[in-house]
């Protein structure tokens, strides 16, 4: 099967866009840890405890599935360039390698969306309690 330049191309919007859900991800941690640290200053309670422990992990999570997303995005477009130089075994054996980085970073989002749901129930707890 012969690949042209635009079999790797159309992983581009997605990618971006995958990047984009990665990012946002990030900011509302961010977003949560400036906020959990102001509580935290009042309050050390276990529970804080436990969030950010979950959020040290989110953060991990998140940083993984954003490099191998840019992986992808940089492994992608050199597959278009050794396509375009009429490398088509190179070019074809990058775009699975960027597949390959893509589903990763995709288990690393299932994993912080896991995490993320234990936040949750975290919360939950806390409601409970009072």
């Known amino acids: 099967m012969d690949m042209t330049i635009t079999t790797p191309a159309l992983l581009f919007p997605a990618i971006s866009l995958l990047l984009l859900a990665y990012t946002n991800r990030f900011l509302v941690l961010a977003d949560v840890i ?51 130089l009429k490398y088509q075994m190179l070019g074809g ?3 699975g390698v960027s597949l390959i980085s893509l589903v990763i970073s995709l288990i690393y989002s299932l994993r912080e969306v896991s995490c993320s749901m234990n936040a949750i129930n975290i919360e939950l707890e806390q409601i409970k309690e009072k």
């Open 34 to 84: 400036r906020r959990l640290r102001r509580m935290e200053q009042e309050d050390s309670s276990d529970i804080i405890t436990r969030q950010i422990k979950n959020l040290r992990r989110r953060l991990y999570f998140i940083k993984t599935m954003q490099t191998f997303g840019v992986l992808s995005f940089i492994i992608c477009t050199v597959s278009m360039f050794s396509l375009l």
């Open 93 to 95: 054996i990058l775009f």
